[in-house]
């Protein structure tokens, strides 16, 4: 049990310090084409690897050259977190982008075309919020 509190402690320290890296110390102009957030991170139970998940704002072309900019940020970013968190080894950073926020208001929006369906069909009163059995 108290590996994986150490586990989470050294993600959420990752987590902060990759968030003030990304405004200070990436000097990369690609990686600040879009709004790029940090959703999660993810360490391994050994701490040598971490996925870090990105939310990135922005058109289709530039989230993949923001991409490509924190891609060749890594290794920068392994040798700051390892100073910063004054670990042994610092782990192997691997970014990943989060579709998890696009997903959500594609379904969003889905369910209002479903709910307009309804109310031009009859099914259920404009501007009703209850659920109206089937």
Known sequence: MA???RVERVAALIRKETSELLI??????RVHKGMVSITSV????DLQHCK???SIFGEPNDQNEVM????AASG???GEL???????????VKFQLDRGLEKGTSVLGLLNQLEDQ??????IPPGSDELQPD
């Not at 200070?24 to 102009?29: L, V």
């Not at 309804?118 to 099914?123: A, K, L």
Request: proline share 2%.
């Open 24 to 29: 200070n110390g990436i000097r990369d102009e």
């Open 3 to 5: 590996q994986g509190r």
């Open 42 to 45: 993810e360490v391994a139970g």
């Open 68 to 71: 490509e900019g924190l891609e």
């Open 82 to 92: 390892g100073r910063r968190l004054q670990m042994r080894r610092a782990p192997e």
């Open 52 to 54: 870090i998940f990105v």
């Open 76 to 78: 920068f970013l392994r």
């Open 118 to 123: 309804r109310q031009e069909r009859g099914e």
